[in-house]
T-cell receptor, first 121, second 113 residues
Framework: GAVVSQHPSWVICKSGTSVKIECRSL??????MFWYRQFPKQSLMLMAT?????????EQGVEKDKFLINHASLTLSTLTVTSAHPEDSSFYIC?????????????????FGPGTRLTVL | RKEVEQDPGPFNVPEGATVAFNCTYS??????FFWYRQDCRKEPKLLMS???SGNEDGRFTAQLNRASQYISLLIRDSKLSDSATYLC??????????????FGTGTQLKVEL
């Protein structure tokens, strides 16, 4: 249980284009989803927190107009990197926290998607 | 003190060895802690949760020292498949759930023949 999927798993795009990444909770309802970014040899850095049906809250230093987040349902959140540039190349990972029938999800436990590797040329 | 601090390693150990990692944290109000495992170019996967003094799961033991604000992860009888980066994770809030997580930079373990 507590499976989170991400799509696409990797993407290569030209500078200036926009890229949309989907994050889905497959067997539970994700009341909260998180988006992280990880550069090589660095730790995961939280970018934003999204709650279903409300606007995302962004961490300090993360441009909300560049990284658009939509959490339209209890099982889907999307991150759109607008006008991507080479410095946006990174490993983007979502995680989900919520409740599911038959599952115990500890209060702070987050389950991670497999990540999306973005390369901007 | 950093929010979460780990020795990056790498720790190179022979198969069968016992290895321990430490992690220090700055928020004295933190109630729960996590160890995640991350393989190269993969997502983190939850290894253990620690809510009280410690937790044990097979070859893995996590211990919490609140007075000194550190948690440790002990791996006994290391396997080649244990090679990975181990992330120490601490909720930002004072506890009670619903908190954002702060990740350490991870400790890299390499188990060799």
């Amino acid at each position: 249980g507590a499976v989170v999927s991400q799509h696409p798993s990797w993407v290569i795009c030209k500078s200036g284009t926009s890229v949309k990444i989907e994050c889905r909770s497959l067997d539970f309802q994700a009341t909260t989803m998180f988006w992280y970014r990880q550069f090589p040899k660095q730790s995961l850095m939280l970018m934003a927190t999204s709650n279903e049906g409300s606007k995302a809250t962004y961490e300090q230093g993360v441009e909300k107009d560049k990284f658009l987040i939509n959490h339209a349902s209890l099982t889907l959140s999307t991150l759109t990197v607008t006008s991507a540039h080479p410095e946006d190349s990174s490993f983007y990972i979502c995680s989900a926290r919520g409740q599911g029938q038959g599952l115990y999800l500890g209060a702070d436990t987050q389950y991670f998607g497999p990540g999306t590797r973005l390369t901007v040329l | 003190r950093k929010e979460v601090e780990q020795d990056p390693g790498p720790f190179n150990v022979p198969e069968g060895a016992t290895v321990a990692f430490n992690c220090t944290y700055s928020n004295s109000a933190s109630q729960s802690f996590f160890w995640y495992r991350q393989d190269c170019r993969k997502e983190p996967k939850l290894l253990m949760s620690v809510y009280s003094s410690g937790n044990e799961d097979g070859r893995f033991t996590a211990q919490l020292n609140r007075a000194s604000q550190y948690i440790s992860l002990l791996i006994r009888d290391s396997k080649l498949s244990d090679s990975a980066t181990y992330l120490c994770v601490v909720p930002r809030g004072g506890g009670g759930g619903g908190n954002k997580l702060t990740f350490g930079t991870g400790t890299q373990l390499k188990v060799e023949l």
